[in-house]
Nanobody
Framework: QVQLVESGGGLVQAGGSVRLSCAAS????????MGWFRQAPGKEREFVAV????????YYADSVKGRFTISRDNAKNTGYLHMNSLKPEDTAVYYC?????????????????WGQGTQVTVSS
């Protein structure tokens, strides 16, 4: 099993940037597909981005493409989500997740491990 802990959230103005981190412990981090999801109040958890085990392939939701960048450093057992040009509609709790499945998974049900989440609030 792997345990995940997010950090780096907070309050930011529209147009600003934030970097989220996801620290992994337990089983070797590089054996997992890593994803980021977010959940706004009253809405379902939605896919944001996913990165392959080696870090060479990424996939993004259309709503964040060109603004967010997912990355990972397996030597440090840490994943990242760099968020630029933030908009008020990006306000949500952001979750780091890990999957044992292959491919590039976008459904929350395909991820077996989750962090506690970190709040990102974008003010207009």
């Amino acid at each position: 099993q792997v345990q995940l802990v997010e950090s780096g959230g907070g309050l930011v103005q529209a147009g600003g940037s934030v970097r989220l981190s996801c620290a992994a412990s337990g089983r070797t981090f590089s054996t997992y597909l890593m994803g980021w999801f977010r959940q706004a109040p009253g809405k379902e958890r939605e896919f944001v981005a996913v990165i392959s085990r080696g870090g060479s392939v990424t996939y993004y939701a259309d709503s964040v493409k060109g603004r967010f960048t997912i990355s990972r450093d397996n030597a440090k057992n840490t994943g990242y989500l760099h968020m630029n040009s933030l908009k008020p509609e990006d306000t949500a709790v952001y979750y780091c997740s890990a999957s044992e499945f292959g491919g590039y998974r976008r459904r929350p049900s395909e991820y077996g491990y989750w962090g506690q989440g970190t709040q990102v609030t974008v003010s207009s």
